[in-house]
């Protein structure tokens, strides 16, 4: 998954948490909302969903954490 990015003092791309996470159950305009939110210049959204919380909540928090950033 593609992480969102700052400008680090050297002016080179730093990783770092996100900010905002979105969370929905399906048909429930998830997708739609990253899409709109998309659209807007100073928001960078990430790649592909994680599914942490539906496939992968089995390998914790520390893949978690390794996937969203």
Known sequence: ??????T?????PQKKFPSAIIVGVKKAGTRALLEF?????????PGPEVHFFDKNYHKGLDWYR???I
């Open 8 to 12: 680090a003092p050297s002016d080179l």
């Open 66 to 68: 390794t996937s969203i």
């Open 37 to 45: 939110l998309r659209l807007n210049p100073n928001i960078r959204a």
């Open 1 to 6: 998954m593609t992480s969102f990015c700052s």
